[in-house]
């Protein structure tokens, strides 16, 4: 009995659920204070359902930039990544990303936002209730 690779690629993937998280050729860049500099290039990975995933490497090779993006902080240069099949664009409750760097609250929301954010994320509280709380610590 012959059995080809493509066969062999075809059951093992028939036998694998979907990937919760894919990151697909993805190149990430910043721009630092004198230069734009390239954190990763064509990076690619799945990550199934209870799966232990390492990101691993020397300083300066792209693991924050990717968790980053990951988040939904830092937009892909090129390629994607999606999360349970969807393409991810921003950061969304879904997902917690806990940074060793205290710089990391979103540029575009307000104070009162970025106070607001990790009530309203974790539906502790509703709008209302997580501004009115906001603005008393505030």
């Known amino acids: 009995m012959h059995v ?36 990763t290039h064509e990076v ?26 990951v988040a939904g902080f830092l937009p892909p240069a090129a390629g994607e990544i ?7 664009h921003q ?3 879904d997902r917690i990303v806990v940074f060793q760097e205290f710089d990391q609250l979103p540029p575009w929301k307000t104070v009162l936002q970025n106070v607001m954010f990790p009530l309203l994320a974790s539906r502790t509280l509703g709008k209302r209730d997580a501004a009115e709380r906001a603005r008393h610590y505030l």
């Open 4 to 39: 080809s690779t493509h066969e062999i690629t075809s059951l093992a993937a028939q036998d694998l659920p979907a990937p919760l998280l894919q990151v697909d050729r993805v190149s990430l860049q910043y721009r630092s204070a004198t230069a734009v500099v390239q954190a």
């Open 44 to 69: 690619s990975f799945d990550v199934y359902p209870a799966d232990r995933f390492v990101l691993l490497g020397p300083s300066g090779c792209g693991k924050s930039s990717l968790l980053k993006s």
């Open 91 to 93: 950061p969304g409750p």
């Open 82 to 88: 999606r999360l349970d099949g969807q393409v991810l």
